[in-house]
């Protein structure tokens, strides 16, 4: 966990799941594996702190996605076929990469609670 990059960011957010709150939690996903960790809702302002399963979740995911974009440039040349009606379809695995949309369900006070992974194309010009 060293990958201290050009300020490419990936964030992570789930709606509080307080009653009557509509804060957004959001962080950064570089600081979730810390154990002192806590994230707080900007409108209740509720802290929340991970629990270990967690943090190890997001600490590979974190390397998981720079992983990813160490490798961009030899994902660039690549391609995924998939067939369809229409015939042969070739896919450019960059182009999937910006489609990545993962979520996490977990469970916060016994309510379900689904976490969004944000993260931002580390070069904009790839994805075109
Ligand atoms: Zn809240």
Do not use: W
């Not at 979740?57 to 440039?73: C, G, W, Y």
Request: glycine share 6%; hydrophobic share 40%.
């Amino acid at each position: 966990m060293s990958q201290a990059d050009s300020g490419r960011r990936a964030g992570i957010g789930f709606h509080c799941p307080q009653d009557n709150c509509t804060g957004t939690v959001e962080f950064d996903l570089e600081a979730a594996p810390s154990e002192e960790f806590q994230a707080v809702c900007p409108v209740c302002h509720r802290a929340y702190a991970l629990n270990p399963a967690l943090r190890g979740k997001l600490e590979r995911m974190m390397r998981l996605i720079n992983a990813i974009r160490d490798a961009e440039d030899l994902l660039a040349d690549c391609t995924v076929s998939v067939t369809t009606a229409a015939g042969e379809v070739r896919i450019p695995y960059a182009m999937l990469l910006t489609r990545l949309n993962t979520r996490l369900k977990l469970d916060i006070g016994g309510k379900p609670v689904d976490i969004h992974l944000l993260v931002e194309p580390s070069s904009p010009e790839t994805f075109r």
